[in-house]
């Protein structure tokens, strides 16, 4: 499995941007999918992530009601919709699946996906 993400940019602080993660290799339905951030200097954290066919979303508090995930399997992409951005925000972000046979399945935890994508760079300026 293969997992590419794009969308990333330079924006200002109240923008918006929609990043999209793509997989390859393998049928996206039968995976969960997360967004996890790194920013410089400090540890990965998880963003949000979305269950095999949508029914299942979560969310960092720190993103709630700003951001927003979702999928397409029929174009095997997952989306992360991204509002009211902040500079706390900037970061590099990667997409990653977890296969699971679970419809409703979800997790947070980054030990539980097992592809993981190359990032992609959001940057929010003041």
């Known amino acids: 499995v293969q997992l590419q993400a794009s969308g990333g940019g330079l924006v200002q602080a109240g923008g918006s941007l929609r990043l999209s993660c793509t997989v390859s290799g393998r049928t996206l339905s039968g995976y969960a999918v997360g967004w996890f951030r790194q920013a410089p200097g400090k540890e990965r954290e998880f963003v949000a992530a979305v269950s095999r066919h949508g029914g299942s979303t979560v969310y960092a508090d720190s993103v709630k009601g700003r951001f927003t995930i979702s999928r397409d399997n029929a174009k095997n992409t997952v989306y992360l919709q991204m509002n009211i951005l902040k500079p706390t925000d900037t970061a590099v972000y990667y997409c990653?699946?977890?296969?699971?046979?679970?419809?409703?399945?979800?997790?947070?935890?980054?030990?539980?996906?097992?592809?993981w994508g190359q990032g992609t760079l959001v940057t929010v300026s003041s």
């Open positions: 990653a699946s977890d296969l699971t046979l679970s419809s409703s399945y979800v997790s947070t935890e980054a030990i539980r996906y097992e592809y």
